[in-house]
């Protein structure tokens, strides 16, 4: 009993140490600011990405984006509502789980977060936009391009990176105006994104004037695609268009090439990897494909340098992404001259923003308008960014460079 | 034409792994009356087994030919290892049970061998590195491949080779006897254990190359891709009547041509628009798009099972199987 006693003081007294270390560590933050003689309104802004797990690189990366973005604001002593605004990063890990995702966006909504920079997998996304649309706080993906996120009716929700069907249109006008071929068969794999994907880039050939093939289909489990390039074969393609992933893409290109076929093969961003070289060997090289968004090293010079300069690391993906979500909450707040959801909300609608992805406005479902789509080609074993199709204008790789690197 | 002979190709290729594949299962089947579905498995172990030696021997600057050999060399001992091990431990011990205990048992080794191998190997489609230089021929318009061309003959040679085992050594007396009766076999001196076992353990090493072809054909190799492959020889054994040798080998190659020509014709032969006159409907849909096709290329599986289902209504035994009530 007298033990029980002694412990329960100890863990009383433990317990009244760490508060108060957190107390004191939260001081200094607020304040500094408080030592001028201005107000200072805090504002949180919550990003969520995988930060454990096989992709936890890439949530790093993500969260960096949006670090990045809430520092240079932060310098930046911006006002909103005649007080210094103050932001603060609530960074979580989603461990690229909805269940958890979910968790986190709840945390989010009762920590009262102004919005929310995520999340990373489309997956996670679409179960966590409800729980946002429930409270209201504006939720900006960088990186989820599931067509479905913004086909939900939430007006809480955008998305700064192209849609998985923009990717049709993109890499079929792509074909039509550099390889010019009178006539492409169409293959898919008849999952739903490889069947998708296949019927979009169909109907913008169509529209173009070239002619395309009856509709080949295999399964996502073939390996055997010698019938059905062989029925091609006898039709003689200029191109041929496969939507599907890596593992039955290559098989594809290499039986082609061993039954002679010489057309050009391209592919959505499921064949769009390196290990379609491991698959097809030299057979792929040369082939398409199409990824939503831009690469890295595209973003605009300010943030590439910025961004070296803070993590000492390049941006490996979707960083830049991340960055314009956190920056186009802070220029609404700065707009609508709030920081509560409901009032910089409208402002998010109709803004216009250049952030280091190019410029960027919200169509009425939440999608960015004119997204861009990079079309990339197979050399020497590496798939390589070719050009930038933009509001369809096809622009080479190295002019999109050099036109963001003005900016 | 030279459409119709590539695809006839395309099928013969196919169709001679099926067959090769599909020895197995008969071996077995007409031995005990056990539909091992495990065969699969061990054609998978086969081509996983192949990959590690390959990849290893990719950058040694052998000749490819050599490397493949070795591969084939180390995938055969490893999966007759398999097939010895599979029959000692999971048949054996049920020879004398109802004839659902071994099947069930069948599938569930099936189920160990592909976590196995998924443990060895990771969930990801492996490449083969491609070290073999890839020729092509061209005959009578149609294109032929050294590798296809290379399998095809080594499917010809074990098919003789297998025949002549069966037809003409001991062991194949022995087994076809044990086959007929295995009690009057056990009486007649014949060690009814060791031929069961030694059938096991050519299936296995037969699945063996045939795993080295489809990998190196192919160029991948994934823990799954037993299962298909192994229900498609499965059902050519059957078409060709399990149990019979020579059946399955017939069965094999008419499998794979009746799906090279079933994927390479369904699609021309349902396309609605060829009749679009017989409805306003159908007009208008083919002025849009120009096409309408019923049954794609995708359906080509289902062209090989309503040609094993025809067979069957026809044939029950299958083409060359024998008219027995107790058998298939």
Sequence with gaps: MQYAKHLFTLLATVAAVGLSGCGEEKKPEAATPAAESTPTIDIKIGHVAPLTGSIAHLGKDNENGARLAIDQANAADIMIDGKRAHFELLAEDDQADPKVGTTVAQKFVDAKVAGVDGHLNSGVTIPASAIYHQAGIPMITGSATNPQLTEQGFDNVFRVVARDDQQGPAVANYLASNEKPKVVAVIDDSTAYGEGLANEVAKTLKAAGVKVLAREKGTDKQTDWKAVLTKIKGEKPGAVFYGGMDATGGPLVRQARELGIKAVFSFGDGACTDKMHELAGEAAEGMLCSQAGIPPQAASKAFLEAYKAKFKVDPILYAPFTYDAANLMIEAMKQANSAEPAKYLPFLHKISYKGATGTIEFDAKGDRKDAEITIFVMKNGKVQPAAVVKAGKTVPFDQFLQSMGGA | ?328
Aim: hydrophobic share 55%.
């Design chain 2, 1 to 328: 034409m030279d459409i119709f002979i590539q695809q006839l190709i395309n099928g013969l290729t196919l169709g001679a792994v099926y067959a090769v594949v599909a020895l197995g299962y008969t071996m077995v089947y007409g031995i005990i009356q056990l539909i091992n579905f495990a065969h699969g498995e061990v054609v998978m172990i086969g081509a996983m087994v192949a990959f590690t030696v390959i990849n290893a021997l990719a950058g040694s600057g052998l000749p490819p030919l050599v490397v493949v050999l070795i591969g084939a060399g180390c995938a055969i001992p490893v999966c007759v290892l398999v097939g010895y091990t599979m029959e000692r431990l999971a048949y054996r011990p049920l020879r004398r049970a109802p004839r659902l205990a071994p099947l069930i048992t069948a599938i569930g080794v099936s189920i160990i061998l592909q976590h196995l191998a998924m443990l060895v190997w990771s969930r990801n489609v492996l490449a083969f590195p491609q070290i073999i230089d890839i020729k092509l021929y061209t005959i009578a318009g149609a294109v032929i491949t050294n590798v296809q061309v290379v399998i095809i003959l080594t499917c010809i040679v074990i098919m003789a080779a297998l025949a002549a085992l069966v037809y003409r050594t001991r062991l194949g007396t022995a087994m076809r006897a044990t086959a007929q009766n295995p009690q009057v076999a056990g009486l007649m001196g014949i060690d009814i254990d060791r031929v069961i076992a030694a059938t096991f353990a050519i299936g296995a090493g037969l699945a063996a190359v045939a795993g080295v072809m489809v990998g190196t054909y192919y160029g991948i190799a994934q823990y799954t891709m037993g299962s298909i492959l192994g229900l498609k020889a499965f059902t050519a054994a059957v078409l060709g009547g399990i149990g019979n040798v020579p059946g399955a080998m017939l069965g094999g190659v008419l499998m794979g041509v009746v799906e090279a020509l079933g994927a390479g014709y369904i699609g021309s032969y349902t396309d609605l628009c060829k009749i679009s006159g017989i409805s306003d409907w159908l007009t208008q849909r083919c002025a849009n798009d120009g096409h309408f096709v019923l049954f794609g290329s995708n359906y080509q599986d289902v062209f090989a099972f309503v040609v094993l289902i025809l067979v069957l209504v026809f044939r029950p035994s299958g083409l060359l199987g024998e008219r027995v009530g107790d058998r298939a």
